[in-house]
Nanobody, 124 residues
Framework: EVQLVESGGGLVQAGGSLRLSCAVS????????IGWFRQAPGKSRERVSC????????TYVDSVKGRFTLSRDNTKNTVYLQMNNLKPEDTAVYYC?????????????????WGKGTLVTVSS
């Protein structure tokens, strides 16, 4: 069974940085998409960043481009989200999610497995 466990959230002042981690276990897919999503209070869930193994692409929502970076450490089965220059509007619960992909598909839609999330709070 695929399991994802997020960590690294916390309280930070605007302009600060945090690095989120997503530890993945049980992943046996040859091809997959893995991404970070967030949900702010009273808002719908939003896709923040996504990596697809089928085309080695990484995408970001416009509001975080230039500030957030998704990276992977395959030796540790961990995906990271480095978040710099954080803004109060980045406050949300951040989730990691994964789905199997069949070539030539790519992208983080209809995710199959989700972590429980980690809270990021950015104070002004």
């Amino acid at each position: 069974e695929v399991q994802l466990v997020e960590s690294g959230g916390g309280l930070v002042q605007a302009g600060g940085s945090l690095r989120l981690s997503c530890a993945v276990s049980g992943l046996t897919f040859n091809s997959y998409a893995i991404g970070w999503f967030r949900q702010a209070p009273g808002k719908s869930r939003e896709r923040v960043s996504c990596f697809s193994t089928t085309d080695d692409s990484t995408t970001y929502v416009d509001s975080v481009k230039g500030r957030f970076t998704l990276s992977r450490d395959n030796t540790k089965n961990t995906v990271y989200l480095q978040m710099n220059n954080l803004k109060p509007e980045d406050t949300a619960v951040y989730y990691c999610a994964v789905r199997e992909l069949a070539w030539p598909m790519s992208g983080c839609i209809a995710m199959e497995y989700w972590g429980k999330g980690t809270l990021v709070t950015v104070s002004s």
